[in-house]
């Protein structure tokens, strides 16, 4: 689907006024001296660079929706393969043509030869990172599906890609892991769906159907979240007409980074180490006086609750078991905390905090949480790259150089050497 040419120039926005994030240097020099681009706040903070036609996230209101779709209606109604084809496709398909993308994405999950034969060789080491490993096998796949450039390929053809790669992910990723544990890979059940055969892959057993809809819940509330830093990188790469192989690469990359998806088992850990309701409030009252960053709370664009947390606390709470009530506890308490020592400071719960509880409790191993949202994130990196790739421009910023001025002279004596 293409995107809309942007009819306005984009300019940087200023930094909200509750942004405590400190002014650099490049801050103060850039207004001096001619011809200086203007400088974005850092982080891109308030920057707009794209128009685009997946989605939006709205922070201040609590919302953010798939094409103009509240996506955690979706997620509460409907099955991972229905937003996916929304989200790719840019419809709600039709009875006739979900059977057509289900059984379409199913043949897709198939592995090829010399790529399931690397596959324990990559995961082999006892510093087995499943997302580390995953980008690789991520980079083997596309190598042996022979994915070209984006800019020399259609439109039709690039979304089949695209579809590929997001359904062989999961495959990709349950080989690796019980590579790594000495366990025969479990080829994908055709009668299952995405995130029962996620399940499947991972125990070797039918999962039940309550984890299977949880989880399935989780995948589709993590699909898309407008320009964060993987989807923002894929497009990036994606233009300069790069193949789709190397802007997915990139994307697990960035989303490798503890600030982006590495939280849901570091906010699982805070629960572990307040270990008991009755600790809860002296532990985050300490963590918090002592300017600590509390996992699981707080997101760069939410300023109120986030809908995904919000769904996944209930998720949690259906599913049941103790971690569920603990978890709502302490979310409760650090609430409190912040309110009595950061008073107006709108800080809540973010969808690692639940989403760990959910994985957690339907079987998925912590290891694997951060590589579960990768899963679900290809839907939204595939459609982002898409999307770029149907009206591109390179994307090529500028920097305001703080440095020395230019131009400086060679010490006295300095030669080849």
């Not at 769906?193 to 999962?207: E, H, I, K, V």
């Not at 270990?275 to 002296?282: I, K, L, M, Q, V």
């Not at 008073?343 to 760990?356: A, H």
Request: aromatic share 8%; net charge negative.
């Amino acid at each position: 689907m293409r995107s809309k040419t942007p009819t306005h120039p984009t300019r940087a926005a200023p930094v909200p006024e509750d942004d405590d994030a400190p002014l650099t240097v490049a801050e103060g020099a850039a207004a001096e001296g001619p011809h200086r681009p203007e400088l974005a706040p850092p982080g891109l903070e308030g920057v707009a660079v794209a128009e685009t036609l997946i989605g939006d996230v709205r922070g201040e209101e609590g919302f953010y929706h798939y094409r103009g779709y509240n996506a955690a209606e979706l997620a509460d109604a409907l099955s991972f393969e229905q937003v996916w084809h929304l989200l790719i496709e840019g419809s709600l398909p039709t009875f006739d043509q979900l059977a057509e993308f289900r059984a379409r994405t199913v043949e897709l999950r198939s592995l090829p030869e010399r790529v399931a034969r690397f596959l324990p060789e990559i995961a082999g080491g006892a510093d087995f990172v499943p997302l580390n490993a995953l980008r690789t096998a991520v980079s083997l796949a596309a190598d042996a599906f022979g994915l070209q450039p984006v800019l020399d390929i259609g439109p039709a053809e690039l979304r089949g890609q695209a579809l590929r790669m997001t359904a062989i992910v999961p495959v990709l990723l349950m080989a690796l892991f019980r590579a790594h544990r000495g366990k025969p890979m479990v080829e994908p059940d055709p009668d299952l769906g995405y995130a029962a055969s996620f399940l499947q892959m991972l125990t070797g057993n039918r999962p039940d159907a309550p984890h299977v809809r949880a989880v399935e819940k989780y995948l589709i509330l993590t699909m898309d979240h407008g320009f964060n830093a993987s989807t923002f990188t894929a497009r990036v790469i994606a233009s300069t007409g790069a193949d789709i192989g190397s802007a997915l690469v990139g994307a697990i990359g960035a989303l490798s980074g503890p600030l982006h998806g590495g939280a849901p088992s570091r906010a699982l850990q805070t629960l572990d180490e307040i270990g008991t309701a009755d600790r809860a409030y002296a532990y985050l009252r300490a963590k918090v006086e002592s300017g600590e960053r509390l996992m699981g709370f707080g997101h760069r664009v939410y300023k109120t609750d986030d809908p995904r947390s919000t769904l996944l606390r209930a998720v949690a709470l259906e599913m049941g078991g103790e971690q569920a009530k603990f978890a709502q506890h302490v979310e409760e308490t650090a609430l409190q905390v912040l309110n009595e020592l950061k008073p107006g400071r709108r800080l809540y719960t973010n969808v690692e905090f639940y989403g760990g509880v959910v994985m957690n409790t339907a079987g998925i191993p912590r290891e694997m949480f951060t590589p579960t949202f990768a899963c679900s994130r290809m839907v939204g990196w595939t459609a982002a790259i898409c999307e770029q790739a149907a009206h591109n421009r390179l994307i090529r910023p500028s920097a305001v150089y703080v440095g020395p001025q230019p131009p400086l002279p060679l010490p006295p004596g300095y030669s080849y050497g």
